[in-house]
């Protein structure tokens, strides 16, 4: 599926004062005369690396919704089984995801929070989900 890669790179530090300074915008001011000057680290934003893990990460949570949801309808699952079975792979999925391809640095790989990363095309991937979940049960246990 491609590997993640970290949306920001650090700058050398200076020998004399460390200072952080999180560019956003690529016309920003990269001479230290701002108020971002003051603090102790360098960061520079990576917009297409940034654009392409979330690329990634989304195509990621499409295929786990119709995979989940092939999964649910061939084991015959109904009613709030279904549920579980789609919120309890959509969690596995996207902590492996953090886990071994992030190494739960999410803030390094994409700008979101915790709560952010897990529900983000949570609508779009359940929608895919319950098409499937019908789908394969209807194949399987009515045809």
């Keep these: ?7 920001y790179s650090p700058l050398p530090s200076d020998h004399t004062k460390q200072q952080q300074q999180t560019m956003i915008d690529p016309m920003a001011d990269l001479g230290g005369s701002g108020a971002a000057a003051e603090t102790d680290a360098k960061e520079v934003f990576d917009p297409m690396a940034l654009n ?25 699952l109904t009613g709030l089984e279904g549920l579980v079975c789609f919120i309890g792979l959509h969690l596995t999925i996207l902590i492996s995801i953090a886990a ?15 709560i952010g ?27």
Excluded at 123 to 133: D, G, V
């Design 52 to 76: 392409q893990n979330m690329q990634r990460i989304d195509k990621i949570r499409s295929l786990m919704g119709i995979v989940s949801g092939c999964v649910a309808g061939i084991c015959g």
């Design 100 to 114: 071994f391809k992030m190494n739960f640095d999410l803030k390094s790989h994409t700008r979101q929070s915790w």
């Design 1 to 7: 599926c491609g590997s993640i890669y970290r949306y």
């Design 117 to 143: 990363y897990l529900t983000t095309n949570l609508q779009q991937s359940a929608l895919s989900f319950m098409l499937f979940w019908t789908l394969f049960y209807g194949l399987v246990y009515l045809y």
